[in-house]
């Protein structure tokens, strides 16, 4: 019997720490989780380079290019010169640094990974308490939505039969499988959909901003909440030349994509409204970029992009949210929202309570055993049951006889409840799996949970179909010396996918705040259908509830009101652009006419100006901005020195 080797287990990295198993999960306040799955230190897909040639460039130019610096080409998407090429004998970074240093490329990254953007589970609440603070059932006097109108959800997948959402689906695709079934493996996605559009006033679960609406599902992130630069480039440009009027994006990472960038701008995506998260990580973004978010602001300014940060029941800042006025542009509602959930068989469940029949620990390794330290009932399985766990140790406690059957089964995975001391990015506990019995494979957990059992997931989609599947724990521990309580795993359930039903979930992020915005989108574009998409960004930005929680924190210093949004609740006339604070950039040494442009790129205005000379010969004139009546810089001087601030238009 093997293990298939723990330190070769390759995982995925999950943002939140583990979408809990269930709406009831026990658990603490996030503040005091610190838990990371393993791989979650990775920032790019290895071995992957997304690069963009320029546009005179050929295919034969291409390869002999790509095949000097040992790559080839192995995707491509639609925009010109834009692909992702496979990387052998080099690092990433050396590549990329290749690539850039070759004048036919116009640029060259990493496959950075982006994560979804949602914090660990809360209590569900028994009502929508979001949809009365942004005045949506006012909004719906005027409209309820439109089946003309399509929001792509560019996350986890959707729950494409739930019972609540169904009416509502579209077909879509999956770019993590490559296919055209994107359900959801996760059910970040799933309850995104649900606040964009659950189905309405049908006397069943929730109801979405939109009772009526094409939801478009785009899996771009896989079971543990991950997915690369490259698969959510494509899934934005799925949605734009699918129609839609509208992507939620409620995912982000830290590396900034041209390539991502690049679809957003495209003239494919020019009537496509990107509603984005703000991230999680209570950092300002302006400061701290977090992408697709900071897309919006400078220096790329992309006008179809509108940042979303996230709001408790109170009004005030949710404390785990970014937040930036040259970034994110408004809040949402985004603590302890209620919404939809993909539905589960069980097909095996184990609480560890007496007698543990048919579980063993491999010979030769440390000890599992029962705890009375427990989530529910009298006991859990931890690794080290009588104190500290030792430090370089293998710990494997399996079943020795198949529990289920996967054939024909979609969208397994454990869900179970954790406690975890461990030190952090050294120690893991594992939640493995096996087909035969004999090859163990899984995804560990390093970190704590604040002393306290939490709700998690693991995704077993790598099972599906399998005839025969056998579970495990397994424990692993380097030899530094640095040791703690170790994991205890409780309620643990082996579940797949429900072919057609329904369930429900509450859970916490800016990944929840951002369809509440998205969804209003929607709202606005059906009550008026010829709105551009700046008309529609400006009827959601210019109609914000100013809140002082979020003076200095957001760029509009408000929270969404729908009702206002769609024009009615004493909303002023149709709003004009919406228009970013003021940036004002270093144009010193620069052309008169080019400053003016650098300028009214960075959203300001030119005062009025004189001219005086300049004291070095040969360097035209030197101009000083005062305060004035906005007269244009001419084109027949230099900036020899730029004095004050400059204004807001």
Known sequence: MSWGGLGRVLVVALLAAGVAASAGGAGTSASTVTITERGANLKYVPGQVVVRFRENVGAATRRQILGGES???????????????????????????????????????????????????????????????????????????????????????????????????????????????????????????????????????????????????????????????????????????????????????????????????????????????????????????????????????????????????????????????????????????????????????????????????????????????????????????????????????????????LAGRRGCQYAYNLRLATQLGHDFFYLMGSTDGTSYNGSGWSGSTGGAFRGFTTDLSAYDGAPTFYPALAFQSDGDGVVGDGGYVDDLALRCLRAVGEDYNTISGTSMATPHVAGVAALVKAAHPTYTVAQVKSAILANTDHLGSLTGKVATGGRLNACKAVGGCSAGPPPPPFKPPCLVPNVIGKKVGAAATALKKRHCRVGKVTYVKSTKKKKGKVIRERPGAGKRLGNNAKVGLWVGRGSKR
């Not at 494409?160 to 695709?173: E, F, I, K």
């Not at 979405?208 to 478009?216: D, E, R, Y």
């Not at 909440?225 to 494509?234: K, L, M, P």
């Not at 994509?257 to 957003?264: G, L």
Request: glycine share 12%.
């Open 71 to 405: 790559a080839r080409t192995f995707q491509t998407f639609g925009v010109s010169g834009l692909q992702l090429v496979q990387v052998r004998g080099r690092s990433v970074r050396a590549a990329v640094a290749a690539l850039r240093s070759n004048p036919t490329v116009a640029y060259a990254e990493p496959n950075y990974l982006y994560h979804a953007d949602a914090t660990p589970n809360d209590p569900r609440y028994p009502q929508l308490w979001g949809m009365a603070k942004i005045n949506t059932p006012a909004a719906w006097d005027i409209t309820t939505g439109s089946a003309a109108v399509k929001v792509a959800v560019v996350d986890t997948g959707i729950a494409t039969d739930h019972l609540d959402l169904s009416a509502n689906v579209l077909p879509g695709y999956d770019f993590v499988s490559n296919d055209s079934d994107p359900r959801d493996f996760n059910g970040h996605g799933t309850h995104v959909a649900g606040t964009i559009g659950a189905r309405g006033n049908n006397a069943r679960g929730v109801a979405g901003v939109n009772w009526q609406v094409g939801l478009i599902p785009v899996r771009v992130l896989n079971g543990s909440g991950s997915g690369s630069n490259s698969a959510i480039t494509q899934g934005f440009l799925y949605a734009c030349t699918h129609g839609a009027n509208v992507v939620n994006a409620s995912l982000g990472g830290t590396g900034y994509s041209t390539a991502m960038r690049d679809a957003i701008a495209s003239p494919s995506c020019a009537n496509t409204l990107f509603v984005v998260a703000a991230g999680n990580d209570g950092l300002n973004d302006d400061t701290n970029p977090h992408y697709p978010c900071n897309y919006g602001g400078p220096p790329d300014n992309l006008a179809n992009v509108i940042c979303v940060a996230a709001t408790d029941s109170n009004d005030a800042l949710a404390s785990f949210s970014n937040y930036g006025t040259g970034s994110v542009d408004l809040a949402g509602p985004g603590v302890n929202i209620p919404s939809t959930w993909p539905a589960y068989d069980t097909l095996y469940s184990q609480g560890f309570e007496s007698p543990l029949t048919g579980w063993t620990n491999f010979p030769g390794t440390g000890t599992f055993g029962q705890s009375t330290v427990h989530a529910t009932g009298a006991f859990s399985a931890a690794d080290s049951p009588a104190g500290n766990y030792a430090p370089n140790t293998q710990t494997l406690y399996y079943h020795d006889t198949a529990v289920a059957n």
